[in-house]
Nanobody, 118 residues
Framework: QVQLRESGGGVVQTGASLRLSCVAS????????MGWYRQVQQGPGMQRDKVATIGTTIHYEPSAKGRFTISKDDAKNTLYLQMNNLKPADTGVYVCRYYALETGIGAWGQGVQVTVTP
């Protein structure tokens, strides 16, 4: 069982920056993909959309490109998301994801709230 602990959320104004962190209880080195997902209320349920992932390659959702930077420090087993020029549409709960290809072990964090005011 891999534990993930996120931090760095908050309430900021449009145009501000935040840096999210996610510390994993397991190694993030070999054949591990990690990512950030944004969870928002969608009708009666929750919708979770991919924001950025990092493994052998890096992927961003279109609205994150040029504003967000995902990175990983394997020495600290920590994933980061630097978010610049934040917009109200970025508001949501940001959830960390861990997946180890060799073991098939996956985990989700509890999430951290990011609120961007106009």
């Amino acid at each position: 069982q891999v534990q993930l602990r996120e931090s760095g959320g908050g309430v900021v104004q449009t145009g501000a920056s935040l840096r999210l962190s996610c510390v994993a209880s397991a190694s993030t080195r070999r054949l591990v993909t990690m990512g950030w997902y944004r969870q928002v209320q969608q009708g009666p349920g929750m919708q979770r959309d991919k924001v950025a992932t990092i493994g052998t390659t890096i992927h961003y959702e279109p609205s994150a490109k040029g504003r967000f930077t995902i990175s990983k420090d394997d020495a600290k087993n920590t994933l980061y998301l630097q978010m610049n020029n934040l917009k109200p549409a970025d508001t949501g709960v940001y959830v960390c994801r861990y997946y180890a290809l060799e073991t098939g072990i996956g985990a989700w964090g509890q999430g951290v709230q990011v609120t961007v005011t106009p």
